[in-house]
């Protein structure tokens, strides 16, 4: 039996790459718990598990207390007592006495056993959590497992564990299937009770785009080249604006690439959605100015805190707002300020 044991343990390390070190204190708080529970609850129980030796003791500890005051014998013992098993407990001391596991009924086994399994189940749920945590707001590429066709929604094997991405987490107008790899933006991770971490993932948001520009770019890679801010309307259009630290590096041209091929790339991950890549700029109105592009810009007035108005030529008007007012709202939120523009 304890063969059998040690080998789920080993089997479980390789499975579920949780190492048996990790495991036994869990398994022995859950076999002590069992064991309270079939001696008394008052009982204090230590459960000892050597992987080496393949053994396993259960030990019932007693502190020592003067003869005639003993309140619980399930807790406490005489030192009278204490002294016939050896003469080195003293008054206060610890009595451990080994209880043969053979004489505890088989509802403490079943108890025991359900406890094992849900240490385990704990122990791959705090394993998830801890892996999602370390990709927190990263990129990773995950596998279709499922789709619920009533509302759309993507089971995807993470690798980690299974997680659900929404439908209004995915880039409107993009379909996928059963087995497809596609990358997705970690979000949120919450410590869930039950079926493990609750795990937020999206496509759609603004730093999912920013992730596929380090992942792409060297120079933003190496710190040559910052981005400074982004702004998204997921499936349309996204602004990002870029710095390079270096005067002799276009922070623009490095996004792009030699042929476009660095961009190409991104944009093949977003499918129809544009890009605009803007400069950067610490003056405000050159900023606003770079922002409203692909639209040309006559000038930029700051009036009041954070509002400016923009002028454009009559021609330029339509591109400058954009359909639905999509281009001035993301160069508004891109640079933090409320924008007026007039012909």
Same mark, same amino acid.
């Given at each position: 039996m304890n063969q059998e044991f040690f080998n789920a343990l080993n089997l479980l390390e390789v499975e579920q790459g949780i190492p048996m070190e990790y495991m036994i204190p869990k398994i022995e708080a859950a076999l002590a718990k069992a064991c309270q529970k079939e001696i008394g609850p008052s009982t204090i129980i230590?459960?000892?598990?050597?992987?080496?030796k393949q053994d396993m003791k259960v030990f019932q500890q007693r502190t020592v207390v003067p003869d005639g005051t003993v309140e619980d014998p399930l807790t406490e013992i005489a030192v009278s007592d204490a002294k016939a098993i050896s003469r080195r407990h003293k008054l206060g001391g610890t009595v451990e006495t080994e209880l043969k596991t053979k004489t505890f009924r088989r509802l403490s086994a079943t108890q025991g056993k359900q406890m094992i399994v849900q240490a385990i189940r704990d122990a791959i749920r705090e394993r998830q959590t801890r892996e999602y945590e370390e990709k927190k707001e990263e990129i990773i590429t995950a596998t279709v497992d499922k789709i619920d066709t009533q509302n759309e929604n993507l089971i995807l094997d993470t690798?980690?564990?299974?997680?659900?991405?929404?439908?209004?987490?995915?880039?409107?107008?993009?379909h996928h299937e059963v087995g497809d790899r596609i990358k997705v933006f970690i979000s949120e991770v919450r410590s869930g009770e039950m079926r493990g971490p609750l795990v937020t993932l999206?496509?759609?948001?603004?730093?999912?785009?920013?992730?596929?520009?380090?992942?792409?770019?060297?120079?933003?890679?190496? @710190?040559?080249? #910052?981005?400074?801010?982004?702004? +998204?309307? %997921?499936?349309?259009?996204?602004?990002?604006?870029? *710095?390079?630290? $270096?005067?002799?590096?276009?922070?623009? @041209?490095?996004? #792009?690439?030699?042929?476009?091929? +660095?961009? %190409?790339?991104?944009?093949?991950?977003?499918?129809? *959605?544009?890009? $605009?890549?803007?400069?950067?700029?610490?003056?405000?109105?050159?900023?606003?100015?770079?922002?409203l592009s692909p639209a040309k810009v006559l000038g930029v007035e700051l009036e009041g805190e954070r509002i400016c108005r923009v002028t454009v030529a009559p021609d330029q008007l339509s591109l400058a707002i954009g359909k639905e007012g999509q281009n001035a709202k993301l160069a508004a939120r891109l640079t933090g300020y409320k924008i007026d523009i007039k012909a």
């Open positions: 230590r459960v000892q598990i050597d992987p080496v690798g980690t564990g299974y997680a659900t991405l929404l439908k209004s987490e995915q880039i409107p107008g993009e999206s496509r759609v948001h603004p730093h999912f785009v920013k992730r596929l520009f380090e992942l792409q770019i060297p120079e933003i890679q190496d @710190g040559t080249v #910052i981005i400074r801010g982004i702004s +998204r309307e %997921a499936g349309s259009r996204t602004k990002i604006a870029v *710095e390079s630290r $270096d005067e002799n590096v276009d922070a623009i @041209g490095a996004c #792009i690439g030699e042929r476009g091929m +660095r961009i %190409a790339a991104i944009l093949a991950e977003l499918g129809e *959605e544009k890009i $605009d890549i803007i400069k950067y700029s610490d003056i405000p109105t050159e900023y606003v100015k770079e922002a």
